[in-house]
């Protein structure tokens, strides 16, 4: 008795399984691509009607078009995910902004620290540098 192929076969099987999903994938991939073409040259040709009548009546009630403006100031967007991503550049500015904000207007307490760091550091290297010097003669 063969209880092979009762149970799952020697696999040849899958093989065609997998191939028929692949293909059955390729298919559902194309007729969702086709029916998005259909979708926008509908609302394209939609548009177009949609423009064509505006225009008749504007020119019916000798209305000038209105000339769109092109990115006016950036308006808050209600939502924080679509916003405009920063390039590294503008985070960068952004970070040496709010130092320099520390050192001349923010707190100054954290202003007066980053500043006594800064000098302490400077004063460091003067002592190695002038100590360098004193070892060599």
């Known amino acids: 008795m063969n209880f092979l192929g009762a149970v799952g076969g020697d696999g040849g099987d899958d093989e065609n399984d997998k191939e028929k999903e692949e293909e ?8 969702i691509r086709e029916a ?5 040259e509908k609302h394209r040709k939609m548009e177009e ?5 505006r225009q008749e009546i504007r020119d019916k009630y000798n209305i000038k078009k209105k000339e769109e403006v092109v990115e006016q100031a950036p ?5 924080p995910l679509m916003r405009k991503k920063k390039t590294p550049e503008e ?3 952004e970070a040496e ?8 207007n923010g ?12 000098i302490e550091t400077q ?13 060599l003669q």
């Open 24 to 31: 059955a994938e390729r298919e559902r991939q194309e007729a």
């Open 75 to 79: 308006q808050e967007e209600p939502n």
């Open 123 to 135: 004063v460091n290297e003067i002592k190695t540098q002038i100590e360098g010097k004193c070892s």
């Open 49 to 53: 009607e949609r423009e064509k009548m």
């Open 91 to 93: 985070l960068a500015a």
């Open 97 to 104: 902004q709010e130092d320099l904000d520390d050192f001349t």
């Open 107 to 118: 707190d100054p307490s954290s202003g007066n620290r980053k500043l006594k760091n800064s």
């Open 36 to 40: 998005e073409e259909r979708r926008k």
